[in-house]
């Protein structure tokens, strides 16, 4: 039964399917795995974070991480010296 949820839980990330996120934490609440509970719990800590992963694609992410490049980069250039 766990291994069905972590297959599950992969192919939301690899399709990229957050709408499905809440179903299937609802499914493994029910399923009393104390390994998933601890999954699930950490998940809801950090939900729209969860949900941004699950929605973005890696170019999204990419473009994401250049911009926080281009800001460090523009902060330092502004910091005294």
Not at 25 to 48: C, G, M, N, T, W
Not at 67 to 77: G, L, P, S, T, W
């Amino acid at each position: 039964m766990a291994y069905g949820f972590a297959q599950d839980f992969m192919q939301m990330l690899r399709r990229r399917e957050g709408q499905r996120l809440d179903v299937w934490l609802d499914q493994v609440r029910a399923s009393h795995i104390p390994e998933l509970q601890r999954f699930v719990r950490s998940i809801q800590q950090d939900k729209d974070a969860v949900l941004a992963g699950l929605d973005s694609t890696m170019e999204q992410w990419r473009r994401r991480g250049k911009n926080q490049q281009i800001k460090a980069h523009q902060a330092y250039d502004v910091w005294p010296r």
